[in-house]
């Protein structure tokens, strides 16, 4: 799509948004009905396009993309009516009578900017929140996921109007043209230095932006945690697609009379999980050779205790772990966003919280320890986006909970009712009749009109 019709259709949206065809809660119902069956029919589609893509297994598409899109859909759904109710305010006696209000009102004309790993989910998701939330949207997927790509612009464009939502595919050129436009809010998921150049482009012109980036997410493994469980729920959600994940376990901080117990714990957890992952046609790849290559750059093989196998005519890496790292080894360098896991010694809990503390936020962090007082130490004591205890990833599942960074991983958050205030803008309204107002507030102010300030304004 070139510049012109980039601008023409930001100028479709903004028309039809003045019209004031997207504020009743019945079009947002219908438009949101409209997308989930549209999704609901075309799982195989996109089950086919997601392998073409990543290599994603029919089960991991359906778990991690269109069943948690499908299940977030149906809770915007049936929450949309009490998400946009005006909700009372109590305003003090100092503005008696009169009554507090707090509304939400969309934004107008959004941005939706994602990322290949979860083309899908991290497109269309972010899309439902926005349209619930009364806006109209333009989505701009990954060209590094063309297949994905291809098949969310044509469902688009099969069930909305391109005022309403619409997709522009391709490359640099179509980002640089849609952060050319004047947009109400931009929501972008990727990585950190692309974040960077959208959110200097939103400065220009004062956009809202909302910026769910990565980072390298610990896991801190606490003297009292269970080895066995930390290795099962390490390995599934450090290897899920691949560890293409933005909050994939990235390093483990362990004590290092533990580490030998859990070393034999994850070999043990991938043989069971990833048998054979190299021939596995559901364990997917890297998504492209410069990716591949990056990773296996960063992978020691003097430090390979597990794994390090790879096929280059695939692009796959196996599950690997590595022990022995240093803070400053290339795989600590950055975030890995592969099937690799180093292990660092940590003596206890606040070595680990210092080692966290003096490193860029992450998006996740994970704790694995018995007893509340344990973990609720550590998390206290941690500035992250989000996590679990005794679990990894899954915290991303409901949407009871917000998903969003902080500092270098992120701004704003989404998922439920999260995702419809990130696209909505709350204002409070004070609503007064003519009758019953106390003159205090009208000159000329007098010592008993400041008497009875001192009484209201306390």
Known sequence: MTGGEIRALNEAQREYFASGATLPLEARERALGALYDALRSREGEIAGALRADLGKSAAESYMCE????????????????????????????????????????????????????????????????????????????????????????????????????????????????????????????????????????????????????????????????????????????????????????????????????LVEALRREIARQYPSALTDPGYGRMVSERHFRRVLALMDPAKTAIGGAYDEAVLKIEPTVLTGVEPDDAVMGEEIFGPVLPIIDCPGA??????????????????????????????????????????????????????????????????????????SHLSGVLRRGAAGEPPVRYRPWTDAKLALMRRLLR
């Not at 069943?67 to 109590?90: E, K, M, Q, T, V």
């Not at 801190?220 to 994940?245: H, M």
């Not at 701004?411 to 696209?423: L, Q």
């Open 66 to 261: 269109t069943g948690l899109l499908l299940a977030d859909i149906s809770w915007l759904r049936r929450n949309l009516r009490r998400l946009a109710r005006p909700r009372r305010a109590a305003v003090g006696p100092a503005l008696w009578p009169g009554r507090g209000e707090l509304r939400r009102s969309p934004y107008g004309v959004t941005l939706i900017m994602s990322p290949w790993n979860y083309p899908v989910l991290l497109t269309l998701e972010p899309l439902a929140a926005a349209i619930a939330a009364g806006n109209t949207a333009v989505v701009k997927p990954s060209a590094y996921s063309p297949a994905s790509s291809e098949l969310i612009a044509r469902l688009l464009g099969e069930i909305f109007p391109p005022e309403l939502a619409a997709a522009v595919t391709g490359g640099r050129a179509e980002n640089s043209a849609l952060l050319g436009e004047r947009w109400d809010k931009i929501f972008f998921t990727g990585g950190a230095a692309v974040g960077r150049e959208v959110l200097r482009a939103a400065a220009e012109k004062l956009t809202p932006t909302a910026l769910e980036l990565g980072g390298k997410s610990p896991v801190i493994i606490d003297e009292s945690a269970d080895i066995a469980l930390a290795a099962r729920r390490i390995t599934a959600g450090k290897f899920l697609n691949c560890g293409q994940t933005c909050v994939a376990p990235d390093y483990v901080l362990c004590p290092p009379g533990l580490r030998g117990g």
């Open 350 to 423: 606040d070595e680990a919280i210092a080692f966290v503390e003096g490193r860029p936020r992450p998006l996740a962090l994970y704790v694995f320890a018995r007893g509340r007082e344990r973990a609720d130490y550590i998390l206290s004591r941690c500035r992250y986006g989000g996590g679990c205890v005794n679990d990894t990833v899954m915290h991303l599942a409901t949407d009871a909970l917000p998903f969003g960074g902080v500092g270098e991983s992120g701004m704003g958050a989404y998922h439920g009712r999260w995702g419809y205030e990130e696209f």
